[in-house]
């Protein structure tokens, strides 16, 4: 039930770009995505809910396709800052049983090299 | 400021003991959530609440319990049932799950 994201780690070096992907098995209300550095609290990036929308918060965008149940992640022309590990968060259409369960991916791994 | 504050940030058990975590928030948030996190597995859902006096049981709720008296607290026990329970804890809180969670800064609980 959890999403799925791919890839598991990535590696990049200073300004190139990567994408971290993120499915559902069931309909999605929203997407969350953040960013956690090691020991740290998770951090807010951007939330996408149902509509399709994308969003963009500096060189980092998102898209959102209901349809697909899949987000997407987009790291343009990387800094080193941007190193940490990715998690998207997904909350379901809520029903009866299952209003606002926001669950979370494996997360992914992005190491910025100089 | 507002915010969500866990305690404490480091905690030791003896094995068969029970432990609670605590989980305050001043941001007027109706829901609250506990996730357990382990190296390369992400964060696990524990409990959610949407509601005072209600909770949901998450992903992995066996050897937990939570309680939601007032709507600012949402305190985790980690009980002797727990088989694994050397992990780092987070709570998180939001409006009604469709804004942005925030989250403490974590308890990271070591069974010795």
């Known amino acids: 039930q959890q999403p799925v994201q791919s890839p598991q780690a990535v590696i990049l070096r200073e300004g190139e770009d990567a994408v971290i992907n993120c499915s559902s098995s069931?309909?999605?209300?929203?997407v969350h995505w953040y960013r956690q550095k090691h020991g740290e609290a998770p951090v807010f990036l951007m939330i996408?809910?149902?509509?399709?929308e994308q969003k963009g918060h500096e060189k980092i965008s998102a898209s959102f396709n209901e349809k697909k149940q899949q987000s997407s992640l987009y790291l343009t022309a990387s800094q080193l800052s941007y190193s940490g590990t990715y998690f998207c968060?997904?909350?379901?259409?809520?029903?009866?049983?299952?209003?606002?369960?926001?669950?979370f991916g494996a997360g992914t791994q992005v190491v910025v090299t100089p | 400021d507002g915010g969500i504050t866990q305690s404490p940030k480091y905690l030791f058990r003896k094995e068969g003991q029970n432990v609670t975590l605590s989980c305050e928030q001043n941001?007027?948030?109706?829901?609250m959530y506990w996730y357990r996190q382990d190296p390369g597995q992400g964060l696990r859902l524990i409990y959610y609440?949407?509601?005072?006096?209600?909770?949901q049981k998450g992903d992995i709720a066996e050897g937990y319990s939570v309680s939601r008296e007032k709507k600012e607290s949402f305190p985790l026990t980690v009980t002797s049932a727990q088989k694994n329970p050397t992990a780092f804890y987070l709570c998180?809180?939001?409006?009604?799950?469709?804004?942005?969670?925030?989250f403490g800064q974590g308890t990271r609980l070591t069974v010795v």
């Open positions: 069931k309909a999605l209300y929203s």
């Open positions: 998180a809180s939001s409006i009604r799950g469709v804004t942005e969670a925030f």
């Open positions: 996408l809910l149902k509509g399709g």
């Open positions: 609440s949407q509601i005072v006096n209600d909770f």
């Open positions: 968060g997904t909350d379901t259409i809520p029903t009866t049983d299952s209003w606002g369960k926001l669950q």
């Open positions: 941001l007027n948030h109706d829901a």
